[in-house]
Each structure stands twice: as structure tokens, then as C-alpha cells.
């Protein structure tokens, strides 16, 4: 199975969690959005396993609100990874939701454990007092709790280079992403 990690922060218990569940033969890669401070946390999911690991950066993303930002997540898992087994992002993010929208699967919010069985993963997802146990269909998009403290197993992999992605990489058009694709109008304050 093919999973991918967005990294949304410290990638650390997400690592954790992701090899908890990963079996032999599976893979996952890391992505982030944003500048080359990136790079240091990418190289840090090389080292737990990943197998690719991309930054997803151009001047046209700059600006970007949550709604560019998924439309930016869904280029890339459509043309890079359109038969992942989940898109995990290490945090809630608010661009998660609007991900699952833009490529019709189902989220699951904060989620405190996952495990994996003969029919697939389930998760338990912690909204404080109500705790849900769920089985997650293939495709689908999760975010993890924050605060659940899961150490990841060093693997000793070295590091490679990281694989940057722009805009005409992802088939993206410039009114799609950044300011100019965002939902929020800009108004001259007096």
C-alpha cells in the first residue's frame, strides 16, 4: 500500500503512527509546502522510511489560503499519488477537509490511533469526550490529534534529494493558486 504524509508541522508522531501500520512492501512519501526550512523535516521522513519526499513551491503559490492550498494537495495526489491508500497530514489543517471535498473521499479529524487488519486501517478518532473507532475506507484523507505523543523507529536511510514541485509541474493555472486563486477577496482599507 501507498500511503502519503503531508507534513503540517513536526513530523514525529505521525512517523510514529504511519509505521505502526505500515507492512512489508508498503511505502509512503512526505510532502510539504513551503521553503527550502523544509528540507531538514523531509530528510527527517527519510530517515523513518519514506521513499520519495517532494516541496511543493513556486512564487504563484504565495498568498494561497486554505481553499488554493487543497487545490495545491489534490494536483499532487491526483498526478502523483491518484491510487494512495490515505493522505495523512501529520496535524489538522483546515485545507484537509476542503482536500476530501475537491477529490470526493471521506475525512477523518483528529485521530489519536490507527491499526491495520485483512480489510484495512482503522482509526479511533479523539474529539475528547467521544472517542470513535472507524474503518477508513481506501482514498481516504486523515488528520491526526495533535498532542498524541508516538516516537518513530530511525531507519537509517540517508538522505536524498528532495524533489521540488511548481505549479506547471502539478498542471496547475496561475488563477487557480495564491491570491489569485483563494476565496477571499482583497479590499483596500481607507
Do not use: N
Request: charged share 25%.
Amino acid at each position: 500500500m501507498d500511503y502519503v504524509l503531508f507534513v503540517t508541522g513536526g513530523p514525529d508522531s505521525a512517523l510514529g503512527m504511519l509505521q505502526s501500520v505500515m507492512q512489508e512492501g508498503d511505502t509512503f512519501s512526505a510532502v510539504a509546502i513551503g521553503g527550502e526550512k523544509l528540507d531538514e523535516i523531509l530528510d527527517t521522513c527519510i530517515s523513518a522510511g519514506a521513499s520519495e519526499t517532494y516541496r511543493l513551491m513556486d512564487k504563484a503559490f504565495i498568498g494561497s489560503d486554505t481553499w488554493a492550498l487543497a487545490r495545491t494537495y489534490a494536483a499532487f495526489a491526483g498526478k502523483y499519488h491518484p491510487g494512495a491508500e490515505a493522505l495523512i497530514f501529520a496535524r489538522y489543517s483546515s485545507a484537509m477537509p476542503m482536500l476530501a471535498h475537491l477529490i470526493r473521499a471521506q475525512q477523518f479529524c483528529y485521530v489519536a490511533d490507527m491499526e491495520r487488519d485483512d480489510l484495512g486501517m482503522i482509526v479511533t478518532q479523539d474529539y475528547g469526550d467521544d472517542r470513535r473507532r472507524c474503518r477508513v475506507p481506501s482514498g481516504s484523507v486523515i488528520s491526526l490529534k495533535e498532542g498524541v505523543d508516538i516516537p518513530f523507529q530511525d531507519k537509517g536511510a540517508s538522505t536524498s534529494d528532495v524533489r521540488i514541485l511548481g505549479l506547471e509541474d502539478l498542471e496547475l493555472a496561475e488563477m487557480s493558486v495564491g491570491s489569485f486563486g483563494s476565496r477571499v477577496f482583497e479590499r483596500e482599507v481607507c
